[in-house]
């Protein structure tokens, strides 16, 4: 029997990969179950040293960071956000906060960093994630 007119296998679809970004364990965690059930691969980290370090790593992929601006350590949102621009400018950094004023007068965030306000709709989020992704040419 031949199988001529079979299809080749399809490539499986890369899932994106979000770091989410956030001291507060139950909205991190609240979060992170969600958009696993969305389809995206999560890693997560309590604050921006540790992300740092996750981005630091050798086997780093992470296709977008979602993360809080007020968070314990060296390194607030808005460091986090900034050394992503200068350092890695094609991950696009989404960053959330109660206060819309100070992130709207925060300096040197750079161009690919955007804002969601807390309190947030997990399903706006994870349209806005995908919007963004998807403007990347990642999806």
């Known amino acids: 029997m ?8 399809e490539t499986p679809r890369r899932v994106p990969a ?9 909205i991190r965690l609240t979060l992170s179950d969600y958009l696993q059930d969305q ?11 540790e992300a740092l370090g996750i981005i630091a790593a050798p ?17 607030d949102g808005f460091a986090l956000a900034k050394w992503m621009n200068e350092n890695h400018p094609d ?14 007068n925060a300096p040197d965030l750079g161009g690919g960093c955007q804002f ?6 997990l399903d706006a989020v994870a ?3 995908r919007q963004t992704l998807k403007e990347r040419n990642v999806e």
């Not at 031949?2 to 296998?9: C, F, H, L, T, V």
């Not at 389809?39 to 040293?49: I, P, Y």
């Not at 991950?91 to 709207?104: L, N």
């Open 116 to 121: 969601v306000a807390k309190p947030y709709d």
């Open 59 to 75: 086997d780093f992929m992470v296709d977008l960071i979602f993360t809080d601006v007020m968070m314990p350590g060296v390194t």
């Open 2 to 9: 031949s199988d001529a007119g079979a299809k080749p296998p």
């Open 91 to 104: 991950i696009p950094v989404i960053v959330t906060s109660g206060d819309a004023e100070k992130v709207a």
């Open 18 to 26: 979000i770091l989410v970004v956030e001291d507060d364990a139950l």
């Open 127 to 129: 349209e806005h994630i």
């Open 39 to 49: 389809g995206f691969k999560v890693l997560e980290a309590t604050n921006g040293d």
